[in-house]
């Protein structure tokens, strides 16, 4: 890793199978790409859907490290992960094996087709900025800490995946 490496973050998510097992299964793949160092895994949590609410609820992480990629690299990865596990891209916001969601690199801000930096719903999502604020908590969301906005999502029924039994 060369000295320009920023501060990256991924979203993780499943809801079809094992949901747990496949956030874990992103999660080695990323971390074993020669485009990451010092990557960690928040907590898995268990969250309710978002946008399409008449679906299984998913098992859900984020995992931040750094990297000197170009954005355009990460989210090759991010899609390389997704194709290699079998994820096959059907309703939007529907049921999904895995999705692997490239939030941030840096401070870069990029808007075109197919990569928008930073994710622009990052903010809405108790399922990503609660555990983006174990890890990162005070990265700044839309002018706010993670810590400050993760406050905003409590009593929503989100649940540590340990605290409801593994998955």
């Known amino acids: 890793m ?17 949901g747990a097992g496949a956030v874990r299964a992103a999660f080695a793949a990323l971390a074993s790409s020669p485009l990451m160092a010092e990557l960690r895994l ?3 949590w268990r969250t309710p859907p978002w946008g399409k609410t008449d679906q299984a609820w998913f098992t859900n992480a984020v995992a931040a490290g750094f990297s ?3 954005p355009e690299a990460l989210l090759a990865l991010a899609l390389e992960i997704e194709r290699g596990m079998g994820r096959v891209r059907g309703e939007r916001w529907g049921p ?4 692997v969601d490239l939030l941030y690199v840096g401070e ?3 808007a075109r ?6 994710h622009p719903r990052m903010a809405e999502r108790g399922f990503v900025i609660v555990p983006l604020a174990e890890l990162r908590p005070e990265r700044l969301i839309e002018g706010r800490t993670a810590a400050d ?9 989100m649940r540590r995946v340990d605290e409801v039994g593994g998955r």
Do not use: H, M
């Open 108 to 110: 870069a801000r990029i």
């Open 113 to 118: 087709a197919g990569l928008t930096l930073p």
């Open 68 to 70: 000197d990629a170009a």
């Open 2 to 18: 060369r000295e320009r490496a920023v501060d990256v973050a991924f979203g993780l998510g499943g809801n079809i199978g094992d």
């Open 149 to 157: 906005r993760a406050r905003d999502f409590a009593g929503e029924g």
């Open 42 to 44: 928040s907590s898995l």
């Open 96 to 99: 999904r094996l895995i999705d």
